[in-house]
Nanobody, 123 residues
Framework: VQLQASGGGLVQAGDSLRLSCAGS????????MGWFRRAPGKEREFVAT????????DYPDSVKGRFTISRDAANHTVYLQMNSLKPEDTAVYYC?????????????????WGQGTPVTVSS
């Protein structure tokens, strides 16, 4: 599975942004997908995950209620809608795919990674 993340940019606090992650056909439709981020000087952290069917999602408390993950099976794309952005959301955002079933929140549980797209939120 090849992943291509896009949609990052520079926004102001309170703004919204939508990230996209385009996957190659084949196993994408049966892969659990996730978003992670790495802020400057910090470890990469979990942001969101979605089941292969799109029926189940999970988020950490830091983004719950502000971020929404979704997927478009026909276009092999997963999205991360980010609302009410805060300066602490500034990071490089990565999408990832997991071959095994079940939502996952840890890096090692994912098998494929995209190249990352930077998001900067100014105050």
């Amino acid at each position: 599975v090849q992943l291509q993340a896009s949609g990052g940019g520079l926004v102001q606090a309170g703004d919204s942004l939508r990230l996209s992650c385009a996957g190659s056909a084949g196993t994408f439709s049966t892969s659990v997908m996730g978003w992670f981020r790495r802020a400057p000087g910090k470890e990469r952290e979990f942001v969101a995950t979605i089941s292969w069917s799109g029926g189940a999602t999970d988020y950490p408390d830091s983004v719950k209620g502000r971020f929404t993950i979704s997927r478009d099976a026909a276009n092999h794309t997963v999205y991360l809608q980010m609302n009410s952005l805060k300066p602490e959301d500034t990071a490089v955002y990565y999408c990832a795919a997991r071959k095994r079933p079940g939502l996952a929140t840890l890096e090692y549980e994912y098998d494929y990674w995209g190249q990352g797209t930077p998001v900067t939120v100014s105050s």
